[in-house]
């Protein structure tokens, strides 16, 4: 946990002087899908439907804004490092 809680704000760093800081904002929210993962994986949590359209859609969210722009099929390399630290 030591060299998580080091490493997630440096990755993070990393991120906010790769990419803009409206994908960073977003992307934060890429966090609840981590922690949902984590519970049902590590302590058998009940996932409704509900909560599964949620992973769905923050997923596909995160997703989208880690494309470089309009037209390429890149990822952004700061938004990459961006959702490392949310994991």
Do not use: H, Q, Y
């Not at 519970?39 to 494309?67: G, P, Y």
Request: aromatic share 10%; proline share 1%.
């Amino acid at each position: 946990m030591v060299v998580l809680d080091i490493a997630a704000p440096i990755l993070l760093m990393f991120g906010i002087t790769m990419t803009n800081s409206a994908n960073v904002s977003l992307l934060n929210n890429f966090e609840i899908v981590a922690t949902s993962i984590i519970a049902l994986v590590i302590f058998k949590e009940v996932v409704f439907r509900r909560l599964w359209i949620a992973i769905l859609l923050v997923t596909v969210a995160s997703a989208i804004l880690s494309f470089e722009g309009e037209g390429s099929f890149e990822f952004n390399k700061g938004s990459l490092f961006v959702l490392g630290a949310c994991v």
